[in-house]
């Protein structure tokens, strides 16, 4: 059973930044892909940020040009930077771990509130 433990979000103004981090208690290597997801308020779940098999990386749109997601293999560690924020980035974040046999995991969320 793979843990993860997302931390860093917070209250922030637009504009500003926060830097979320994901950290999975299984091997990073053993990962078909792993990334960020958010849901709003009254919204369905969508992805953010995510890194696939092959070194591909996918970013929504409406986040290109602002966050990065990034990785440290040697803290089995996902980040996401997030830059400009605005508002509309106001949701709880989660982590998602996708393994090489198919197992999917997910973190228990992370808020990130931006004020206007």
């Known amino acids: 059973q793979v843990q993860l433990v997302e931390s860093g979000g917070g209250l922030v103004q637009a504009g500003g930044s926060l830097r979320l981090s994901c950290v999975s208690s299984?091997?990073?290597?053993?990962?078909?892909?792993m990334g960020w997801y958010r849901q709003a308020p009254g919204k369905e779940r969508e992805l953010v940020a995510i890194?696939?098999?092959?070194?591909?990386?996918n970013y929504a749109d409406s986040v290109k040009g602002r966050f990065t997601i990034s990785r440290d293999n040697a803290k089995n560690t996902v980040y996401l930077q997030m830059n400009s924020l605005k508002p509309e980035d106001t949701a709880v974040y989660y982590c998602?771990?996708?393994?090489?046999?198919?197992?999917?995991?997910w973190g228990q969320g992370t808020q990130v509130t931006v004020s206007s």
């Open positions: 998602r771990q996708i393994t090489n046999w198919g197992s999917d995991y």
């Open positions: 890194f696939r098999s092959g070194g591909r990386t």
């Open positions: 299984g091997s990073i290597f053993s990962i078909n892909a």
